[in-house]
């Protein structure tokens, strides 16, 4: 099994920033990427940024230039940096791991920005 266990949102206002982490414990091996999604009240969930084993990093156009995703391996921790927040940031974040096929999630960490 693998556990997953995020931290860092909070309440921001908009144009602040956030770093929220994820720590992967467990059963961790064969990791293919991990990621941080989120769902905003009434909307599903989307993804926000991802990052391969190989340190390749994918983002949502929403937030393309704002955030930055990375991962110390050492930890097996992945980070998210965000700035330029906006209200519409607003959403529980998600920490996922895929392992080839596998998915695993944490809790969620809510993410407040105010106007």
């Known amino acids: 099994q693998v556990q997953l266990v995020e931290s860092g949102g909070g309440l921001v206002q908009a144009g602040g920033s956030l770093r929220l982490s994820c720590a992967a414990s467990?059963?961790?091996?064969?990791?293919?990427?991990m990621g941080w999604y989120r769902q905003a009240p009434g909307k599903q969930r989307e993804l926000v940024a991802v990052?391969?084993?190989?340190?390749?990093?994918n983002y949502a156009d929403s937030v393309q230039g704002r955030f930055t995703i990375s991962r110390d391996n050492a930890k097996n921790t992945v980070y998210l940096q965000m700035n330029s927040l906006k209200p519409e940031d607003t959403a529980v974040y998600y920490c996922?791991?895929?392992?080839?096929?596998?998915?695993?999630w944490g809790k969620g960490t809510l993410v407040t920005v105010s106007s």
């Open positions: 467990g059963s961790i091996f064969s990791i293919k990427a």
């Open positions: 996922n791991l895929d392992r080839y096929g596998i998915y695993y």
């Open positions: 990052i391969s084993s190989g340190g390749i990093a």
